[in-house]
């Protein structure tokens, strides 16, 4: 017995020391990448900003509900694959799928989209989606050569992110556009759910991202 539980702190030791390694490894030798990865989430929250404060109109305010939901299922799907990272120890919570890669592609094909309605199908049109969708797989590439995911779980969220992107801009011309224009109520429950959902937003980036820093 004793001989078995020196053998599983060993065990532990040695997972341990590997995470260690591991995460000077890789802060030592992709210094830059590892500075540009952390600034990811905060790509993001600045997309979210800026639609609520350049557009301001009903539609920001769906696209702000949508890019909550969607993390939202990103925790929900975490908890049900409940699949270890690639170093399990730089990170507690379950890898698949990728998180920042779901928010990045969700907020990335919504802009394609916006893009594509504002200035129809032309050349700046069609060379500011590529940049947007390059940028997009860059930051999710950097998740794995940071080893805080696998390629499937990235690949994975970035193909949830992007459906659902597409969904939730379907649903609000072909659905929830004209209730919203003619029923006071449905005006009513989108102000407040967005408010609601900023309000989230905020108060997570306050007790996590902060903390993280």
């Not at 990103?74 to 920042?100: A, T, W, Y």
């Not at 940049?131 to 970035?158: E, M, N, P």
């Not at 011309?173 to 407040?192: D, G, K």
Request: a neutral charge; glycine letters at 8%.
């Amino acid at each position: 017995m004793v001989g078995t539980l020196v053998s599983r702190d060993s065990s532990n030791i040695e997972v341990g020391v590997a995470a260690l390694e591991q995460k000077a490894s890789i802060s030592g030798s992709t210094g830059v990448e590892s500075t540009v990865n952390r600034l990811s989430k905060w790509v993001v929250a600045g997309a979210f900003g800026s639609v609520l404060l350049l557009r301001h109109d009903a539609e920001a305010l769906w696209f702000v509900t949508g890019s909550v939901m969607n993390a939202t299922l990103s925790v929900g799907l975490k908890r049900v694959f409940n699949q270890e990272r690639p170093v399990s120890g730089l990170r507690s919570d379950p890898g698949m799928p990728s998180s920042h890669a779901q928010s990045i592609f969700f907020v990335a094909v919504f802009t394609v989209i916006s893009v594509m309605e504002w200035l129809g199908i032309n050349g700046i049109a069609f060379m500011a989606s590529v940049l947007v969708l390059a940028f997009a797989s860059y930051l999710s590439w950097l998740r794995v050569s940071q080893q805080l995911h696998t390629i499937s779980q990235v690949l994975v969220g970035a193909a949830l992110g992007a459906v659902f992107s597409i969904l939730w801009f379907l649903s609000w011309h072909f659905v929830v556009l004209e209730a919203f224009v003619s029923t006071l109520w449905v005006r009513i429950l989108l102000v407040l759910g967005a408010a609601g959902c900023s309000l989230g937003f905020l108060a997570y980036v306050v007790r996590n991202w902060f903390r993280d820093e």
